[in-house]
């Protein structure tokens, strides 16, 4: 017996989850209180929900992203492949935070892969829903990079946290996304990569702070 046919793509359009919706307007006060007047109204009107039945690609290295996502559950990576075709991953994005990078802001191709995982449920918005709130909403765009910007503070937390190497960078990385801890959902090569080590390095630090107490044994 055939499937139905929105069981055979990766992920499909679904209802808004309004918990999920609230989560994202909490961490865009997080960046900027009290948010522009009818900025809320205007991203429960255009705003959808995309649930993700397979791991794959949203966007293809070398095209113009033009959705941001907001993680409501679920893992997204962000990747390129080199010159020589070797995969390294420049980002891993989890639950609660916001995927939208120069490429979304500017319309521009971007040199890299946008992977989502099995299962992850997600709120999204396109680059002319965006433009379109600038010209209508006073404030939407200066909420925009403000954004971007608290995303530099989170790219030099993640350096940090690798310049500290060894356990510590492991301790760090499996502190913020404990789901990925003992359900590996995301492989350990990829985050051998995200972590500039290799994976036999990131599994022998990982089994040495369970076995220490350190991290939680599942």
């Not at 900027?32 to 991203?43: G, R, V």
């Not at 939407?140 to 790219?155: C, H, I």
């Given at each position: 017996m055939s499937l139905p046919k929105n069981e055979k793509q990766p992920s499909s359009i679904v209802p808004m989850n309004a918990k999920a919706f609230k989560w994202l307007i909490e961490t865009l006060q997080a960046v900027?209180?009290?948010?522009?007047?009818?900025?809320?109204?205007?991203?429960e009107s255009v705003m959808q929900a995309r649930y993700c039945r397979l791991t794959h690609n949203l966007h293809e290295q070398d095209t113009i992203i033009d959705k941001a996502y907001f993680i409501s559950s679920g893992y997204i990576i962000v990747y390129y492949f080199n010159a020589e075709g070797k995969l390294s991953v420049l980002r891993i994005y989890g639950p609660g935070q916001i995927v939208a990078g120069n490429s979304f802001m500017n319309c521009i191709k971007a040199g890299y892969c946008i992977k989502v995982y099995e299962d992850a449920y997600l709120l999204e918005i396109t680059h002319s829903q965006m433009e379109t709130g600038?010209?209508?909403?006073?404030?939407?765009?200066?909420?925009?990079?403000?954004?971007?910007?608290?995303?530099?503070?989170?790219?030099m937390f993640r350096d940090e946290m690798i310049r500290k190497g060894g356990e510590d960078s492991v301790l760090h990385f499996y502190r913020m996304f404990p789901g990925l801890l003992h359900i590996r959902i995301i492989r350990d090569e990829y985050i051998a990569s995200y972590l500039l080590m290799s994976a036999d390095y990131l599994q022998r630090c990982r089994m040495r702070l369970i076995e220490q107490g350190i991290l939680p044994k599942e």
């Open positions: 900027k209180n009290p948010l522009p007047d009818h900025l809320e109204d205007y991203l600038y010209k209508t909403i006073p404030g939407m765009d200066e909420l925009a990079r403000l954004t971007l910007a608290s995303f530099e503070d989170k790219e």
